[in-house]
């Protein structure tokens, strides 16, 4: 049976009053040191699904989770078919205004960094630097047996090649570049091993869901908050600790937390504003502003 990530979370306390204003946003950004959060909304401008919206993807489907992937060859089979033809799908995807902004406000030396809970490579692709990959890229593989890392391209090569008649198409792209697809013809995908060590099991360099961030790159996020004045959430839930944890511990150090999402966060409690926009509208217009 596999167990369905956490769609949402349980807050008896009623609920925080939201603002379209961005002024208080456009002062903390204006002054510098600002660590940026970013999750999957700033990406559903660019076609990217998230999990957790109004029509996200887990009120839908249960993606892969770690114990189901290293269990069965099925499910890896599973996972990577469908993911075959996802990529295909998150590689073409492009940055959206959001991204774009996040790049500009970078360049214009208002931000310490920027920490990303998603795994599609838009931020760079926007033109950021430096961005830390909280849950990893899909853009690459690592084998669980050698820890050797490879090219996704690399893999979809071999892929098709192994799959030369492999007739799926997809209908509906998930986060993690997950698609629906028939099992039966789930059931006739061939599977390549690492050719690194021959035998080893390839994985996406990214963190399923069930599965640890590993410690160095959480401790270098708090770290970066702690080098920061102020921590900017954009398009992200928060409803997993993953990354929430680093909005609570800004908030501890008593460092604005400015939110910006589309409905209600986990984080809002500790907020000091939040705005309730899209994203490529709101950073295009914050970037206008500071």
Not at 5 to 32: H, K, Q, Y
Not at 148 to 156: F, I, K, M, P, V
Not at 180 to 208: I, R, S, W
């Amino acid at each position: 049976m596999r167990t369905r990530p956490t769609l949402t979370w349980t807050d008896s306390s009623a609920e925080l009053p939201r603002t379209t204003s961005l002024a208080e946003v456009v002062d903390v950004v204006g002054r510098g040191r600002v660590a940026v959060l970013s999750g999957a909304g700033i990406s559903t401008e660019s076609g990217i699904p998230d999990y957790r919206g109004d029509g996200g993807s887990l009120r839908r489907h249960t993606p892969m989770t770690y114990d189901d992937f290293v269990a069965s060859e099925h499910g890896r089979r599973r996972y990577w078919a469908r993911s075959h033809v996802g990529w295909r799908t998150i590689a073409r995807a492009a940055p959206n205004d959001g991204h774009r902004a996040v790049a500009e406000l970078q360049k214009r030396g208002l931000l310490t960094g920027v920490i990303t809970q998603n795994v599609d490579g838009l931020h760079q692709a926007g033109g950021a630097t430096d961005v830390i990959e909280l849950h990893g890229s899909l853009d690459r593989v690592i084998c669980l047996g050698c820890r050797q890392t490879s090219a996704r391209d690399e893999l979809d090569r071999r892929l098709h090649a192994a799959n030369p008649h492999f007739g799926g198409v997809a209908t509906r792209i998930n986060p993690d570049g997950d698609v629906e697809l028939d099992e039966q013809v789930v059931a006739g995908f061939a599977l390549v091993d690492c050719v690194g060590c021959d035998a080893g099991v390839l994985k996406p360099d990214v963190v399923f869901f069930g599965e640890n961030v590993p410690r160095p790159r959480v401790e270098q996020c708090y770290q970066l908050v702690d080098d920061s004045d102020a921590l900017l959430v954009l398009g992200s839930s928060l409803t997993v600790m993953s990354g929430l944890r680093f909005v609570r511990h800004a908030a501890r150090a008593g460092k604005p937390v400015l939110i910006i999402n589309k409905g209600r966060t986990r984080g809002d409690k500790e907020a000091t504003v939040r705005v309730d926009r899209p994203l490529g509208e709101a950073l295009t217009e914050l970037v206008r502003s500071v």
